[in-house]
Nanobody, 115 residues
Framework: QVQLVESGGGLVQAGGSLRLSCAAS????????MGWYRQAPGKQRELVAR??????DYADSVEGRFTLSRDNAKNTMSLQMNSLKPEDTAVYYC??????????WGQGTQVTVSS
């Protein structure tokens, strides 16, 4: 069973930076969308950023602070997070959607931003 594996979460002070990475444990053919979601305690999971058809979308709350990048050949993806705020604290999930095999999710990585 191919899985998505995240890394790079941790604890950082407000204003700091973190870089999250996501890699597939094997080949996942037919990916059309890759992105990051997050879920804070007591809140619904929300889209942070995604890339599809060469275009990248960001949530308004992270626009200008976060940068999503993808390596198509390696099926890897990263999320550079700058100017972090306490409200960015959440579990961050890597996600991809495929044409033929549905959706894949990572196990999540905790990001905690202290004030």
């Amino acid at each position: 069973q191919v899985q998505l594996v995240e890394s790079g979460g941790g604890l950082v002070q407000a204003g700091g930076s973190l870089r999250l990475s996501c890699a597939a444990s094997g080949s996942i053919p037919g990916i059309h969308t890759m992105g990051w979601y997050r879920q804070a305690p007591g809140k619904q999971r929300e889209l942070v950023a995604r890339i599809r058809a060469g275009s990248t979308d960001y949530a308004d709350s992270v626009e200008g602070r976060f940068t999503l990048s993808r390596d198509n050949a390696k099926n890897t993806m990263s999320l550079q997070m700058n100017s972090l705020k306490p409200e960015d604290t959440a579990v961050y999930y890597c996600h991809c959607s495929t044409w033929y095999r549905g959706d894949y999710w990572g196990q999540g990585t905790q990001v905690t931003v202290s004030s």
